[in-house]
């Protein structure tokens, strides 16, 4: 039984990185990547006092994820993984997020858009209105929930150039991490004396799922015309509609499923120091990395990690 167990794990490890464009070597998953949006959202920095458009920043996190075809079902035209995300095809790859933010966010950040402020939802929020649609009775003297506002909604060019800034930033940041992430994996394999291989690989990956599940997420986040606009306007390829809602619905649904297990598996690869302080790292850095270049806008962007 637990060798046919393996050799299934073995298959679907298999099938998993053969999607088109996949360079062997899954990212971190969307549950860190989220976590680590809401952090930057909650704490009081520059970047958390810049976003504007919280749903489209929300969202901009996972973007370089769904053209690659392996985390959002129904992609019928493919992008590879080294130009989604401005990386070589190499085994542990490592994105040029300063090349990205020359190219894409720093042309937006000259046009100064000061759009109205919009919100993401939460899976609380979901909950609750589901809950009053199939139980009307129980709530037939509550107050009603307060879905998106007119700034949600809004389509003035000012709000969606609001929106389609913020949303590239979560690009950006998603590059962030990424880079971050995998330059410490790569690190910590050539101090451990390892090489990436298929055994490295099933490792890597259940210890990212498993570190991934003790994160409590809540944000989801709204389909909303705004976003709509914003996504279909992206710079480096356009997104449509029902691309965004299947993004969107995955989200949910990975929201949904991880509201944080302290207590997992040991790790197979890595440690909890490794992913402690790898978390903290791209926070900060992401961070960090915002408020320099603003502050110095027109300067070339250099990298904000030395990668290896």
């Known amino acids: 039984m637990l060798r046919s167990r393996a050799a299934a794990a073995r298959v679907a490890c298999r099938e998993w990185y053969s999607y088109p464009g996949f360079t062997g070597v899954a990212m971190p998953s969307w549950n860190i990547h989220i976590a680590q949006t809401e952090r930057l959202l909650a704490r009081a920095g520059t970047l958390a006092d810049n976003v504007r458009d919280r749903n489209a920043f929300l969202f901009g996190c996972v973007v370089p994820d769904i053209f690659v075809g392996y985390m959002v079902p129904g992609i019928a035209d493919p992008i590879p993984y080294r130009i989604t995300h401005f990386a070589k095809p190499e085994p542990i790859p490592k994105p040029r997020e300063h090349e990205f933010w020359d190219t894409y ?13 919009a919100a993401a939802t939460s899976i609380a929020e979901e909950r609750e209105r589901l809950n009053r649609v199939h139980y009307p009775q129980r709530y037939k003297d509550a107050e009603p929930v307060a879905g998106p506002g007119a700034s949600e909604l809004s389509l003035a060019p000012e709000d969606v150039a609001q929106s389609l800034l913020d949303l590239t930033l979560g690009v950006w940041s998603h590059l962030v991490a990424d880079t971050v992430w995998n330059t410490r994996v790569n690190q910590y394999l050539e101090a451990h004396g390892g090489k990436p291989c298929e055994e490295f690989r099933i490792k890597k990956q259940g210890d990212f799922d498993w570190f991934g599940k003790t994160l409590g997420i809540v944000s989801i986040p709204r ?3 705004r976003l709509y606009t914003a996504a279909a306007q992206f710079g480096q390829y356009s997104i449509p509609q029902d691309y965004v809602l299947k993004t969107i619905g995955v989200m949910h649904e990975i929201v949904r499923e991880n509201p944080g297990e302290p207590d997992h598996p040991p790790y197979r690869l890595l440690s909890e120091a490794f992913f ?10 992401t961070e960090a990395g915002f408020t320099a270049r603003v502050a110095s806008p027109g300067v070339p962007a250099l990298p904000l990690i030395a990668s290896c």
């Open 105 to 117: 966010v720093a042309p937006l950040l000259k046009g100064a858009p000061v759009g109205t402020p």
């Open 276 to 285: 402690d302080a790898t978390f903290t790292e791209v926070v900060e850095l």
């Open 223 to 225: 389909a909303t015309d």
